[in-house]
């Protein structure tokens, strides 16, 4: 029932910005929480970020004070802006709704971060 199209992912130097998208299908976004994951080759898919339907945000220790997440309901749109970026925040992004007791997930946009 519910599309999550990712975008904004792709090569980046360290200490590079890079803003990504997230778009959902339907109106109805603006009273979930949405989430931006992670997975880097190897590793387990993380949480990055997550963001409340009143606009409270949380954030992984290892991206704290680099990255904003943010939202825009008439746009059925969540954020994520990435700054001072650095080689380990190289992976596929991942956009996450839970509708329990469904997950649902985007196909991921990837950021990679080299000189």
């Known amino acids: 029932q519910v599309q999550l199209v990712e975008s904004g992912g792709g090569l980046v130097q360290p200490g590079g910005s890079l803003r990504l998208s997230c778009v959902a299908s339907?109106?109805?976004?603006?009273?979930?929480?949405m989430d931006w994951y992670r997975q880097a080759p190897g590793k387990r898919r993380e949480l990055v970020a997550s963001?409340?339907?009143?606009?409270?945000?949380n954030y992984a220790n290892a991206v704290k004070g680099r990255i904003t997440i943010s939202r825009d309901n008439a746009k059925n749109t969540v954020y994520l802006q990435m700054n001072s970026l650095k080689p380990e925040d190289t992976a596929v992004y991942y956009c996450?709704?839970?509708?329990?007791?469904?997950?649902?997930w985007g196909k991921g946009t990837l950021v990679t971060v080299s000189s």
């Open positions: 339907g109106s109805i976004i603006s009273i979930y929480a």
């Open positions: 996450h709704l839970l509708v329990a007791p469904m997950n649902y």
């Open positions: 963001i409340t339907s009143t606009g409270r945000t």
